[in-house]
């Protein structure tokens, strides 16, 4: 077999969307752009980008996330190997497990 490309699922100008339930072989991600008031639940092996989105759920996922121009979120039950905000307001992180090497830091 030959190797596998990565996923990439696009959430983009949509609302009230939810996506639940899914396993995702080899490197994948989902980025919600310009999205509000989505559900992302449980999902493995991805990572999630919120750009300029609002309002929108995570909750049991295992990956990096990052929000850039995003406020307004909630990450829930999820084991976070990376997580980044830029110009992003008013998101809450709860019951989470970080995990990754020490070389690599958390921006908070």
Do not use: W
């Given at each position: ?11 983009s ?67 976070i ?24 830091p958390?921006?908070?």
């Amino acid at each position: 077999m030959g190797a596998e490309s990565p996923a990439t699922i696009r959430l983009s100008n949509v609302n009230n969307v939810t996506f639940q339930n899914v396993a995702i072989k080899g490197a994948g991600s989902i980025l919600i752009y310009n999205s509000s008031y989505n559900g992302i639940f449980d999902v493995r092996g991805l990572r999630c980008d919120l750009y300029f989105s609002d309002h929108n759920e995570i909750s049991n996922i295992s990956g990096n996330i990052e929000f850039q121009d995003s406020s307004n979120s909630k990450v829930n039950n999820s084991n976070i190997g990376g997580l980044s905000f830029e110009n992003s307001n008013h998101n809450s992180i709860l019951n989470k497990q970080l995990y990754g090497s020490r070389s690599k830091p958390f921006f908070f």
